[in-house]
């Protein structure tokens, strides 16, 4: 089992509606998870961290943390042409400093 | 404005050749790193420093080189053992020594002549 896994898509949703994207991890005792966006061709780009189980909401974006399932998602509300990217997943894995990103899922937002 | 400026932004490396991909950073973070991207593949760890005159190898060193005399620079070579080297690359920092990368160049896009 890879150590982050992400669907890579493409995920395309109509202009308005929620994006979905998902990412699943493998060690249990990890601590820290982040998104970043990766506009084609350009670097990425820290846009949530979430800590604790629940919701985290900043904006359009929501991000979902289950520990017990080791799953994290991300949830774009109102989705717009200019949210279509690649999302890459990232986890602070167990206690220490392994820091991993996954594949990313490219999303693609149609007007 | 502060930032991480990494050049040349395309790079073309002939068989056997070492080439040198320069990051500078002007946001005085201790850390910096060094990030290769393959299509549909994500950010793997080739090296990192947390402070000036120390690095370490991250998940896929070999074939790279780094050195660390100044904060702000952190150039990574890309010697002729690496045998596969076409790929995206990434520099980044933080301002933390954490191993989370917060900012990111550009890159670098490296091809096989």
């Not at chain 1, 929620?18 to 991890?25: D, E, H, K, Q, W």
């Amino acid at each position: 089992q890879k150590e982050v896994e992400q669907n890579s898509g493409p995920l395309s949703v109509p202009e308005g509606a929620i994006a979905s994207l998902n990412c699943t991890y493998s060690d249990r005792v990890s601590q820290s998870f982040f998104w970043y966006r990766q506009y084609s061709g350009k670097s990425p780009e820290l846009i949530m961290s979430i800590y604790s189980n629940g919701d985290k909401e900043d904006g359009r974006f929501t991000a979902q943390l289950n520990k017990a399932s080791q799953y994290v998602s991300l949830l774009i509300r109102d989705s717009q042409p200019s949210d279509s990217a690649t999302y890459l997943c990232a986890v602070r894995l167990g206690y220490g400093q392994n820091f991993v990103f996954g594949p990313g899922t490219r999303l693609s937002v149609l007007p | 404005d502060g930032g991480i400026t990494q050049s040349p932004k395309y790079l073309f490396r002939k068989e056997g050749q070492n080439v040198t991909l320069s990051c500078e950073q002007n946001l005085n973070h201790d850390a910096m790193y060094w990030y290769r991207q393959d299509p549909g593949q994500g950010l793997r760890l080739i090296y990192y420093s947390q402070i000036v005159n120390d690095f370490q190898k991250g998940d896929i060193a070999e074939g790279y080189s780094v050195s660390r005399e100044k904060k702000e620079s952190f150039p990574l070579t890309v010697t002729s053992a690496q045998k596969n080297p076409t790929a995206f690359y990434l520099c980044a920092s933080s301002n933390d020594r954490a191993l989370q990368p917060q900012h990111f160049g550009d890159g670098t896009r490296l091809s096989i002549l």
